[in-house]
């Protein structure tokens, strides 16, 4: 992009956000009824556009399945805005607090004020989702929004912006498309909060943007989320349980589970389950519509260049390929399940993102938590025990983003829990409450009424009230220590 591009770009998007916040300032408070309004123009946009919206998804993808579009894209938003119109004015009500002695007489509240204008970055493995499903958060809070789609999904990104364009005026929300230089001006805009789903490395680039505006960010970012299967659990189950989410989007998605510890006896029981399970699913490959191919040649030389990475250093890597099929000519990649890993293997450093599956030994429980508190926190953590305590005991001694006990990546679909990681794996949550609560200012409001109590005890210091006052407090400070 040439230098007066680039200024164009970002005039463009500067003049954007000040008529979005000149609407905003217009009208600072949005109703109720609004909020909802907007939340039923993008559920009948969702529900016109939705074949259109599958279609483009698989295209971006060279092959995706439909399903996956719309259980894992389409059906997400839907159900979030079903229950953000539920609830959004049971979480927008002032809400009454507790007020300190010195402020008897007085109301205290805190009051969900819409902060302005939301800023989203939309990374390409979910498109669909991880566009709107901020934006619904963002509208159901009463704010505008202003979305950067993926420039890896851009038939995607083009009907996302012409839907939302025929849907929404440009200073309620507006779409940009377009690559890093776009995005790079994007995310220096001083807005009142970004929302940035992407890599850790590209997280920590945007947070210095935003940092220049003092623009509060949340991170939605990656990571090596590990599944622990305990050695009571049912092999099989726990194999069949992880090839199903494994399998989903080919396993480009960041909650996807990134490698499996498994206690050392039961390693070739697990691979043979997997493999199993995977075949079952995918009984072929290369011209099977249900298996999702690789974003982009790109992304597919670095997974092979991961797997050579490993098996120079050691690795066994077993290829589920039922029938043997060659993909030269397309972009599918078979599931690789690897063991004999080692830290020095790539697989084992970055974050998989793809077909690849390795499988650690472990000797003891706790061995394996220290595995995993060892290493950067993940967004996300998978746990097979049907042994209640012991799941409590996993729940206190590791930390990451989100636990799903005894399968994977379900805990995504529940609106009524908050959505994000931890340290590398992000900041900030959305979906439900979390989400409106996080595109809300929690304004804490005092209310004092004719009777002043604060009169009693101010200046001169140490008048007869305040001496009486401080008394009073002391004593009871030490009853409660
Ligand atoms: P990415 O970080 O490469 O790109 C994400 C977005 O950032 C794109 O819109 C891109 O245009 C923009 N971008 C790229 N360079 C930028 C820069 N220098 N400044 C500002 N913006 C820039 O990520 P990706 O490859 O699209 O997605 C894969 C990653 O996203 C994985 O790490 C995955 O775990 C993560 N992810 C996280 C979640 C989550 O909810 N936590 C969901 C999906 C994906």
Aim: proline share 5%; net charge neutral.
């Amino acid at each position: 992009m040439s230098l007066e591009t680039q200024d164009t770009v970002a005039q463009t998007l500067s003049d954007t956000l000040a008529a979005q916040r000149a609407a905003f300032a217009q009208d600072p408070a949005s109703s109720i009824e609004q909020r909802i309004n907007r939340l039923n123009r993008l559920h009948n946009a969702i529900l016109d556009y939705k074949d259109r919206l599958i279609a483009a998804v698989d295209t971006d993808f060279s092959g995706r399945a439909a399903a996956e579009t719309e259980i894992l894209e389409i059906l997400p938003v839907l159900e979030g805005i079903a229950y953000n119109k539920k609830n959004v004015k049971r979480w927008a009500k002032q809400s009454r607090r507790h007020a300190p002695l010195m402020l008897f007489g007085s109301q205290t509240k805190v009051h969900y004020q819409p902060v302005g204008v939301i800023g989203i970055v939309v990374p390409w493995n979910f498109p669909i989702f991880l566009g709107l499903s901020p934006l619904v958060g963002a509208m159901t809070a009463g704010n505008r929004a202003m979305i950067k789609t993926s420039e890896f999904a851009p038939q995607t990104g083009e009907l996302i912006k012409e839907m939302i364009e025929s849907t929404f005026s440009a200073d309620e929300v507006t779409v940009h498309t377009g690559g890093v230089e776009v995005a790079t001006e994007f995310t220096k805009l001083p807005f009142d909060h970004l929302v940035f789903t992407g890599s850790t490395g590209v997280g920590k680039i945007v947070m210095r943007a935003a940092a220049e505006n003092l623009t509060p960010v949340t991170l939605e970012l990656g990571g090596k989320s590990p599944a622990i299967i305990h050695d009571d659990f049912p092999i099989e189950e726990a194999a069949k349980r992880i090839a199903f989410g494994k399998g989903l989007n080919a396993g480009q998605v960041c909650v996807s589970p990134d490698y499996i510890l498994v206690a050392r006896a039961k390693i070739s029981a697990f691979t043979a389950a997997f493999e199993k399970a995977m075949a079952g699913q995918y009984p072929t490959l290369r011209d099977n519509s249900d298996y999702t191919a690789i974003i982009t040649e790109r992304q597919q030389e670095r997974l092979e260049a991961n797997l050579a990475d490993a098996r120079e250093k050691g690795a066994t890597i077993r290829e589920i390929n039922p029938k043997g099929e060659g993909f030269d000519g397309t972009r599918k990649m078979a599931m690789h399940v690897v063991t004999d890993v080692t830290d020095e293997m790539r697989i084992m450093q970055e974050e998989i993102f793809g077909p690849i599956l390795p499988v650690v030994p472990y000797d003891t429980l706790d061995e394996a938590i220290a595995y995993v508190n060892a290493r950067p926190r993940p967004l996300a953590l998978y746990y097979f025990d049907w042994d209640k305590a012991r799941g409590e005991h996993m729940l206190n001694a590791t930390h990451s983003g989100g636990v799903c006990i005894n399968d994977v990546m379900t805990q995504v679909a529940v609106d009524d829990m908050p959505f994000g990681g931890v340290g590398p794996s992000g900041m900030g949550h959305y979906h439900g409450k979390e989400g409106f609560l996080n595109f809300s200012k929690a304004k804490g409001v005092v209310r004092k009424g004719r009777f002043n109590p604060t009169s009693y005890i101010q200046q001169p210091w140490g008048n007869r009230m305040y001496n009486a006052y401080m008394r009073f407090q002391y004593r009871r400070y030490r009853k409660i220590g």
